[in-house]
């Protein structure tokens, strides 16, 4: 009877201590983590992909040229707390979504692939860094000088990237919790 007398406290208790759970704090700072891992993935693949279209690299071995990681961020430094490194995360997205979308981009090899996986993973996950103020892409065939630098810009986000989808991963795994 004195069990039956104490449950409802004891349910609160529970409650109140499951919902101030360090783990599910960390879980509800980075939206459906497993969602992200899945997004993240996903534009690593389409970057990977883009790196190797002739369309967008005519007159140039993609392969063989140095990159350009952005360097106003410190994602692949700062990942504690774990604030900082969702903040720089998005910053990089952020970034790289206004360097691609203002590039030629007549065929829309960079519209429907990169640009969509970026956008998928920063409505999703990092919706605070979508930005709102985008210059258009122009819709004409892209100079040499803009291939070359696409083609730097888009291998330093493969990078970047990779750092990204490893930081992701991290949270959402179970040792992050630990």
Do not use: I, K, P, R
């Given at each position: 009877v004195?069990?039956?007398k104490l449950y409802p406290y004891f349910t609160a208790a529970l409650m109140v201590l499951a919902l101030s759970s360090p783990v599910l704090q960390v879980r509800r700072s980075l939206p459906e983590a497993g969602s992200c891992v899945e997004h993240a993935g996903t534009l690593l693949r389409n970057i990977t992909d883009?790196?190797?279209q002739t369309k967008?690299?005519?007159g140039l071995d993609c392969t063989k040229?140095?990159?350009e990681l952005?360097?106003?961020t410190s994602t692949p430094s700062v990942c504690s707390p774990q604030?900082?490194?969702l903040t720089n995360i998005g910053k990089d997205l952020t970034h790289y979504y206004k360097v691609l979308s203002a590039q030629p981009d007549p065929d829309r090899v960079l519209g429907s692939s990169v640009?969509?996986?970026l956008r998928q993973l920063m409505e999703n996950c990092f919706m605070e860094s979508l930005p709102t103020n985008?210059?258009?892409a122009a819709d004409r065939q892209s100079t040499f000088g803009e291939r070359l630098s696409l083609c730097k810009v888009l291998r330093g986000f493969q990078v970047r990237t990779i750092t990204i989808n490893r930081a992701i991963s991290y949270m959402n795994s179970s040792e992050h919790f630990q």
């Open positions: 004195l069990l039956l883009a790196l190797t967008l690299f005519s040229q140095n990159m952005n360097l106003e604030e900082s490194c640009l969509h996986s985008l210059v258009a």
